[in-house]
């Protein structure tokens, strides 16, 4: 029989050629060509085994194994299909040694990797197990391959179509926060709103922001005018104001000697706070009189040498309340028997006024509608709801609205001594007739910012607009009425001029006296820049023979330069050829221990005050005195120079 690769004749059988060692599967007896093989690359030529190699002759039971070029065997699963024949260059030398195979057969691991043989031409005949001789490089032919059920293997697999359902949920959230966001624009806009309910929370929305800006109010004329201020408690710090007089009145030259010295300490750390007041005349002392917080203990130092000195304990819900006020703003909540700030709860507030003022009317009288006002010197469309009753319905509402205003004024002498609607009520309670009132509440961007009565007692018209609006550093306060034919108006802006300056306007008029004061600059904490103009009229004269004024009107100019608390206000008042300039000095420094720290308190000539009755007695406050139970800077000032003036500080001014 005969080699079918190379032809060489060899013994019958031989499992293997000796001469080029290629298996035999099936010899024939002559001679034959070699076969031609299928899918034969142009380039590839079989490689014949090189000389070095050693020929082992196969023993019985064992398959002979062509040597390697140097790469490892990997097995294949075999497949019930005739695998297709691949062809392989080898790129690297074989090296001489010797593998053989202690199975029968060859073994086939179950590892999806191709067994590839280093034969220069392998053919694998289809068997049940069929073995691809390795190569370092294997190289596929391009052909079609095709698998078990003869589909084109080798073509590009189709892309799965993506699942829906991925879009849809993404959707789904997509439309869920647009509708969220719907939704919320809706509730804050008050479409869903019954008319009755945005009218009531628009009433007490405004009174609300009106109670944050009450302490502020009536503080500009008086910083402007006289330099009167409460200081900050920002941090451990004493803080004295100097305030001199100059004139060129000859009735107004014994002011030109008279300074006035205010000093404002407070320590953080212990929570201690004290003013003190001074006169000084010609450069000598007149008296000063103090006011101290230390600890639980209240010491009023007079002015006056024939007034005794006061001592008061605080509890301990009063000075653990306190720590965070200045000495002045302490004084009047003391006297007022507090231990701290009235605190309206508003959402209470709302609940009353809905149950009480506007209970009994008819829902369908609130009617929506739209109309254009001012905001910071611009006209802007806002949204009004408006209600109109009648006779003891106005009332009841004209009274849940000073409940409103007044919310912080529980003694009902002092509401009736401040309150705007007090004509009104007063005259249909004593006259009668026929009384007709409309009420609007203004909103603009969802915020409530105007309150507008418009009333009719028997023909006599009543007016009344309480207006705030806040953004930013921007406000607008607009206090007004109109009753018994008399105007009364009080507004105060900060508007923004650009670039960080601002423009400050205050007025106030009652028809008998005006007052304009108009400022721009810039204004941060305790920086100040500002320089502006005052005119003040008044129909019957300034001044009552102590202030060097009896003219209709003055003109003025102020002056401000602050920084870090340090710096010079002037104020310059113009009365025909005449003038009068208050300057006055600021300084801002560390906390001062001599100026915190009270006098010894000798019980031998001072007053112990076991009770806030005895206390007020000891400082001369009388029973028929009001004492204005309002969250107000200049109200609390006030009280303070008044307990000055009653112990001794009109003899040192004498």
Known sequence: MFCSQCGSQINDGALFCAKCGARIGGASVQPQQAPVQPQVQPQQTPVQ???????????????????????????????????????????????????????????VQPQPQVVVQPQPQAVVQPQPQAVVQPQPQVIVQPQVQTDANGTNASATPKKKKKSPVAGIIIGVIAAAVVFAALIIGIVKSGVLKSPKKVFAENAVGVFENINKELPNIGMSPAESLLHLTIDDTKDSHTTTTTTSFYSDNEEAAAYESLELVQSYSYDADKGNAAYDFSVTSGGTPAGTGAIYFDGDEFIFSPMGAASPMVRYTLDNDAVGNYKKLSAIDRYALMIQGKSKEDETDWNEALKNFTAYAIKDIDKKSFVKSKEDIMIFNKVVSSKVVSVEVKDD??????????????????????????????????????????????????????????????????????????????????????????????????????????????????????????????????????????????????????????????????????????????????TVINNGPQSITITTEVTRESLQSGKITPPMFLEESGVDCATLEELKEAVKIKEEDSIPAVNNSLTRLGQVYALMSRNGLMESLK
């Open 49 to 107: 085994p090189q000389t070095g190699q050693v020929y082992v002759q196969p023993q019985a039971g064992q398959t002979y194994v062509q040597p390697q070029p140097q790469v490892q065997p990997v097995y294949v699963q075999p497949q019930t299909q005739p695998q297709q024949v691949v062809y392989v260059q080898p790129q690297v030398q074989p090296q001489p040694q010797v593998v053989v195979q202690p199975q029968p057969q060859a073994v």
């Open 393 to 570: 319905d106005a009332i009841n509402l004209i009274n849940g609205v000073s409940d409103l205003v007044y919310s912080g004024v529980e003694d009902e002498k002092q509401k009736e001594k401040i309150d705007l609607f007090q004509d009104l009520c007063e005259d249909y309670e004593r006259n009668g007739g026929n009384l007709n009132l409309i009420m609007k509440t203004y909103s603009y961007k969802n915020k409530p910012v105007i309150v507008r009565m418009e009333a009719d007692l028997s023909g006599k018209p009543y007016s009344y607009e309480i207006g705030y609006y806040e953004k930013g550093k921007e406000k607008e306060l607009n206090v007004s009425s109109t009753a018994d034919g008399k105007n009364t108006r009080y507004a105060d802006s900060v508007i923004s001029a650009g670039l960080g300056q601002y423009q400050y306007t205050t007025q106030y008029d009652d028809g008998d006296n005006s007052l304009t004061i108009e400022k721009k600059g810039y204004m941060l904490g305790n920086n100040r820049e500002v320089n502006g103009t005052l005119e003040y009229t008044s129909k019957s004269g300034i001044g009552d023979g102590t202030v060097p004024i009896q003219d209709e009107a003055v003109t003025g100019t102020i002056n401000e330069t602050i920084l870090m608390g340090n710096g010079v206000s002037t």
